[in-house]
């Protein structure tokens, strides 16, 4: 596939499938084996479970939204700079919901193959996020 190709493929899964919520995208864009290497958590294997990913993100943020700040490719990656932005209204991993805002920047690499996203790396500051929820980060004594 062209590098044009690769990122419409990436503007696309950002666009409709995060942003809009269209899980029939995420089918559509990711090889049924897809990886998702999150820092803090650990790697996702498959397309279903991805989905899940997704869908409980949006389930305590509803609202989200990823603004794609830079999106570039070379050969078969594809790597997006971009903000994030969501009022946590549901369950994030234990924390209920506080009706924060929160925001973080991030990256992410993202690999293609045969026209379909294969992998996907993330940076991020999960700290600050957690931070941002009013989570005590203090180490005991």
Known sequence: MSTETNLAIVHR????GLNAGN???????CAVSCVNHDPTQPSV????AL????????????DQRTTIQDLVA??????????????????????SATGRQVTFDGIDIVRLADGEIQEIWWGYD????LQQLGVDLRLPG
């Not at 989905?51 to 509803?62: E, I, T, Y």
């Not at 999960?126 to 996020?129: A, E, I, T, W």
């Open 13 to 16: 899964y950002v666009e409709e």
């Open 23 to 29: 899980m029939a995208v995420i089918d559509e864009l």
């Open 45 to 48: 294997h498959d397309r279903g």
């Open 51 to 62: 989905k899940q990913f997704w869908l409980a993100l949006r389930a305590a943020f509803p």
């Open 74 to 95: 070379e050969e078969d990656r594809v790597v997006t700079r971009f903000t994030w932005r969501g009022t946590h209204t549901g369950d994030f991993y234990g924390i």
């Open 126 to 129: 999960m700290l600050g996020v």
